[in-house]
């Protein structure tokens, strides 16, 4: 009998000897990763390699010669300059824009398709940039003169290429470029003052790099998880979950729709 005793007792204890250890690996596998100057990539965020069940698939970022990058759809990848879990936002630069004499024409153009699990604060996105190549100079205050960095990227041909950026609000039309241009690229940049910019004020823009909101998640794992709706507030950084209109309330009116028309 003491010895069926002594040998529940050891079960016990060495049941709660294997829950004492997954308790413990279950703290330590989802510790924030960290990759060069990003040092705190935590929920929702991953690292590729971090154990699975850390972090969501759709906000899995990649560490590439000590930099943090993030791909979006249609291979898009962008350097992480930084997170802000406070804001639920992530700061994206080009990796195409450098500080320098000469501007890349080869820069991404960010689109609601390409963003996937992302949100653009519309707030601080406010100007769609056009990068065209000329065959004519232009005398024109609101067209900026870009030095390419390869000129053999904007021209086929041996005549001579001029190449501008012109800066809009987000709406801009290719029918408010009033020259015979090629577009090389629509690039979305924070805010621009028109007139008067050039190269270096475009590249310190560009440099900045773009907020992107992820309260798109939190909207999923606070509100939709519970059946319930919600409305995100950029200014705020804030998301508002609300009952969802159920269908039952439209049952009666539509049943008297139909009583009345048969």
């Not at 699990?117 to 232009?138: F, K």
């Amino acid at each position: 009998m003491m010895f069926r005793e002594a040998k529940l007792v050891a079960l016990a204890l060495f049941h709660t000897f294997l829950l004492a250890i997954c308790a413990a690996n279950g703290n330590q596998t989802c510790r924030p990763s960290s990759c060069g100057e990003i040092q705190n990539i935590s929920n929702p965020f991953r690292l590729k390699g971090d154990p699975s069940g850390c972090g969501y698939p759709d906000y899995e970022l990649v560490c590439e010669n000590n930099r943090t990058m993030v791909n979006f759809w249609e291979g898009q990848k962008y350097y992480v300059a930084d997170i802000n879990y406070d804001h639920s936002t992530i700061r994206v630069v080009d990796p195409g824009v450098e500080k320098g004499n000469c501007l890349s024409t080869h820069l991404y153009s960010l689109s609601y398709y390409s963003l996937s699990s992302y949100d653009r604060n519309w707030e601080e996105v406010t100007n769609t940039t056009v990068l065209m190549n000329c065959e004519q100079p232009i005398s024109d205050g609101n067209y900026i003169p870009i030095t390419p960095c390869n000129r053999s990227n904007v021209t086929s041909s041996s005549s001579q290429a001029y190449v501008y950026a012109l800066v809009g609000d987000l709406n801009m039309e290719v029918g408010e470029i009033k020259y015979s241009c090629t577009i090389l690229r629509t690039i979305a940049t924070r805010f621009l003052k028109h007139g008067n910019l050039s190269m270096s004020d475009l590249q310190e823009v560009l440099l900045l790099g773009l907020d992107l909101s992820f309260l798109s998640f939190r909207c999923k794992s606070e509100c939709e998880v519970k059946g319930l709706d919600c409305e995100r507030n950029y200014s705020n950084y804030t998301v508002q979950c609300t009952k969802r209109m159920s269908n039952v309330y439209f049952y009666p009116f539509m049943y008297l729709f139909c009583f009345n028309i048969l």
